[in-house]
């Protein structure tokens, strides 16, 4: 299974979190200190760094997670004296867990592919454009964000991108972020994804 230039193992570590979502190409700030995810990261260091975040289910009364989750490589990581470890993990793509070859200490699971279906370019390309037009609006109204952010929502072409890019950044609730994760239809996705920042950010009036 490949990514990009990155070739993804059939098999990777879970690092499974509450609330949690790793889109694509965003980076994000992990703090490893359970015994059981600072043993799994020395064996992702001692490998091929990557290892997949999956959103717990909150309707689970134990540590089960969403199919969909997002595939991440570790670009830096810092060991503290205490043994903790502050690294960055940047997402590579979505994949699909359907079983688990192991479950403790930690889950290890084995990662299907899970492709984004293109089916209605004109609709996306017109969602993008409502996108960059959400972003615009709230900067006009004050609202604080990343200058990287802002640039890239303005530069990017692919709507694909687009979409990852403002979902890691703009939603806010968890469980509308999994389900933006996990739908395969883009437009549909993007759909989802400007209706869910809409309603979000209330001080941006609809278009």
């Known amino acids: 299974m490949k990514k990009g230039a990155v070739q993804l193992p059939e098999t990777m570590p879970v690092m499974a979190l509450s609330g949690v979502t790793l889109f694509p190409d965003a980076l994000l700030p992990l703090r490893i200190f359970e015994p ?27 540590e089960t997670i969403f199919p969909i989750a997002g595939a991440g490589l570790v ?14 993990l940047q997402g590579l793509g979505r994949v699909r867990f359907d079983s688990f070859e192991q479950t403790e200490p930690y889950l290890v699971g084995r990662a299907g592919a899970f492709e984004t279906v293109v089916d209605d370019e004109e609709a996306c390309r017109a969602l993008q454009r409502e996108l960059q037009e959400i972003c615009t609006g709230l900067v006009s109204r004050g609202i604080e964000l990343p200058e990287a952010f802002v640039g890239a929502a303005g530069e990017l072409e692919d709507p694909a991108v687009l979409g990852d890019l403002f979902a890691q950044h703009l939603v806010r609730d968890p469980l509308s972020a999994q389900r933006i994760l996990s739908e395969p239809k883009l437009s549909a996705r993007l759909r989802d994804l400007v209706s869910t920042l809409r309603e979000e950010w209330q001080q941006f009036p609809p278009a």
């Open 36 to 62: 059981r995810y600072r043993q799994m990261l020395s064996t992702v260091l001692a490998g091929d760094r990557i290892f997949a975040v999956g959103m717990v289910r909150p309707d689970t009364g134990r």
């Open 75 to 88: 670009r830096a990581c810092v060991e503290q004296p205490d043994g903790t470890s502050q690294l960055i």
